[in-house]
């Protein structure tokens, strides 16, 4: 398995897509999943609605994860829901180059995540944590800080 | 309360629109409850994707119902769910004048069902358990029984 | 009926939520049915998913109108779809204030929609057919033509 | 506006639903929204995905909350969100009695919400919160939690 | 293509996941396909929906099914649908060591499905078609046969 | 690469399934980007409901191409949404012998997509566009010009 420095733009092929569909574990365990399964690292997790045999509103679990993740992943799901399969595939990721840095808006320090193709920046969003802090701590909409935010950056063609 | 007869052009002026969000009930038991809505006379029953808060994936029950059933239809769901509320609203239905008539497919016969304005034939949709049958029956595909029912129809300006 | 002007702050109380579930129409038919219910006037037309009995994945369409255009929007209902019924109930409207102005871009004008509340811009977003077009013009990506719209304007707090 | 015992089988008649579309406001934004309008007070707030005119995949958000907390609850939206229209009707809500008590499990104690009918209590479900603060601190399936309480729970008819 | 008896844990890399998106099949036609499609020896069958171009709500059939069934599933998909074109991949899946049991209950026997890690029990669920037929029998709601089953099994930690 | 004539019945080995999850970018640039992808080639755009981290409803957009399109594919995404990273896998598509012949009706000519299984026509689907054109032509309803058309169409075993 190559490793990247994981800024860079690179291919990753090490990784797994996992699905289980649960008709039978309540949407309250469900939250309380998504979280166990980003603490042990998994990339991404989210639900889907789908509809199951016998008129059964259903969900259907679907993450990402490198493939030496497996093993706990698989442990997790097996615990924490109902299902007594597991399946999945490769998955290949491309991933932009990648690189923060930090900009000053009146109300304190946001940082941008900026994404790069041959070196130039195409991409820039500022991190949703950083500007919900913000929007709290000074009683303003959460809009007003993305919108403070634009007004101080410039991308690709623009 | 106006009674009209089923199947003249009406509006309905008493029916509810009866509603639960349920992040704690599983998939497994709503496919059963529709059928329990369904035999007590809910005129429609239906589930929509739905995401609550703390992540959970969910699902709203909904359900139209005459007003006189709201004690039956609430009785229901409070036994076969988890939900301790219930909400609804009245809305208005209007029904188009109907009328059914059989036809006869080289498999045997169909029930249309005949939606009409001012006295014209506007829509016509073949039964579904008809077809079905027919379909079983003779180990066709049910796609092919609906295409010799929509040869034999003629509607509205065709 | 009381007439305002449209762009001045009031609360609509003419407007009716008209409901059809379908779970025998096919969706390249509801495209086009969205289509003809805009040109009719509805003030918006939008699908959710649902889940009927005997394991039907349906579709069900909703719709803003007034009051006023019922009888036209039901007879566009009729006549595209294949619902023998129509729900409908009232739903009463905010509107704020709305108020437009154009900007310059390099590649050339935009129209802002101003939502305004007691005569400060509080929102505002650019015209999508606007940008949409300039993007395609020059060949560039919407979201940059988005972004330089962003750093032209300011909004309520910052 | 009648004020009940907020634990007694109850119709309350003072609520709303309001309801936004949003095809402009990104998902980012709405996990937000949804904690601004729970701790203004709504008592449900959860998302429908819809999809809108032009192609646009969008968000339907619904809330309910008392009649008395509509400005504020608007106020909100119009800042949080990219709406300029807000729409609303009343609705009604069955609330079954409820009661709270405590129970204890070998990890510690869960509080168990219990809804009655006719003063026997048909319907009981443990507090999420408590159930998850055991799972964390013991290291243990959220399931087993609530496997453990409900092998000490007896209900309606069983 | 190796065999393993069906209930002792296992990894299954000759599964097949079918996927065909369906924009122009009544969703009265999929509740049908989807019997069709486990009468043939799918092991799972769902439905999500989806958003196609010109503005076409629809459905996307999924499936799982065994390498060796993926001619057969191809003709019902292309009899009993509309589609032309069938999509697939493989997908490996991993399944729990399982054991079914039955337990007795007030109103009769109930089979059990247990889920086994390294020979221990940790996650047993009802047969829902035995509790269904339970429920019917005596009149109860089925959440309360599953409660009377919750309250005589042990599983995992607790 | 194997090429075959695209309308003899064949294996597609060569597509790519490509997936991005997007809970920063709104619906309206969607719809755009959608149609960015089908001019560049894609087989097939389409987007479905998801709920990810953080109460966030949000949306995956999956799409199929072959694979040397892959590199132009992920040029617009990255160019148009705001992610940067893009999953796919590859997927194997089964592709009927299709053919298309003209009918005449009588408001004008449709042309029908027929799907052939051993030289026998099993599926017929007429054009939308062309319906569309006639019923927008000549004021009809779109649903009675499909109604003409299967009325004129012999398929399968009917």
């Known amino acids: 398995m190559q490793q990247y420095p994981p800024n860079i733009e690179h291919i990753d092929q090490d990784m797994l897509k ?6 039978d574990t309540p949407g309250e ?8 399964l980003f603490d042990a690292g ?19 679990l679907q993450l ?24 999945y595939y490769p998955i290949t ?8 840095r ?3 808006l009146k109300w304190g ?10 070196g130039t920046v195409v991409k820039v969003s500022p991190e949703y944590e950083d500007c919900r802090l913000l929007a709290e701590k000074y009683g ?3 809009k007003d800080v993305y919108a403070a935010v634009w007004r101080q950056i410039e991308v690709g063609t623009t």
């Open 93 to 100: 990721v491309f991933r932009m180059e990648r690189r923060t």
């Open 109 to 118: 320090e946001v940082t941008l995540k900026e994404g790069l193709q041959d």
């Open 102 to 104: 930090k900009i000053k």
């Open 64 to 87: 990402l994860c490198s493939k030496e993740l497996l093993t706990e992943i698989q442990s997790i799901l097996l615990k924490e829901t109902t299902t007594l399969g597991i399946r």
């Open 140 to 142: 303003i909409p959460l």
């Open 42 to 60: 998994a990339n991404d997790v989210y639900y889907t609605p789908i509809y199951m045999k016998k008129n059964r509103p259903a969900v259907q």
């Open 29 to 36: 365990w469900l939250g309380y999943v998504m979280e166990k």
């Open 18 to 23: 996992v699905e289980v569909n649960l008709d």
